[in-house]
């Protein structure tokens, strides 16, 4: 890891109030998705979407908090926030490219939700969350969490 990092400027309840908005999300989706995807409704398909959004919406509040506040870092946007996470060792390349990948389908979400495929979706949310859990306890043992 880095040194010089300033953990002080660090909102520690900004930070645990964006985890429990992902970890919350995520039970969500994964809770939609033990249905088989012909059996769920209209409304189950466009909640698993909004919960995806707001997972991802928190992720790049918390990568763009860690990247000002603990690195010193000013990203541009936030795939540069998780590029700095990456070139700050926090979190690894694969992963890094696995958020970039989130951050797509996010953009695909909100600007082009016309074509996104639901089934695809669906089948991506049933295998896991691996870096975005990777990520979030990376950040719980910089911050020290209790």
Known sequence: MDRGLNLERVNKAYVEKLIFDIRKSIESITGYAVKQYKAMSESERYAVRYHLIVMIEALMALSLHIARRVFNEEPETPSHAFRVL???????????????????????LVHRYWVVDDERIYRDVKKDFKSVFSLIEKIEGLLGDD
Request: charged letters at 40%; one cysteine or more.
């Open 86 to 108: 990456r070139d700050r060792c926090l979190v690894s390349t694969e992963e890094c490219d696995e958020l970039l990948k989130l951050l797509g389908l996010r953009n695909l």
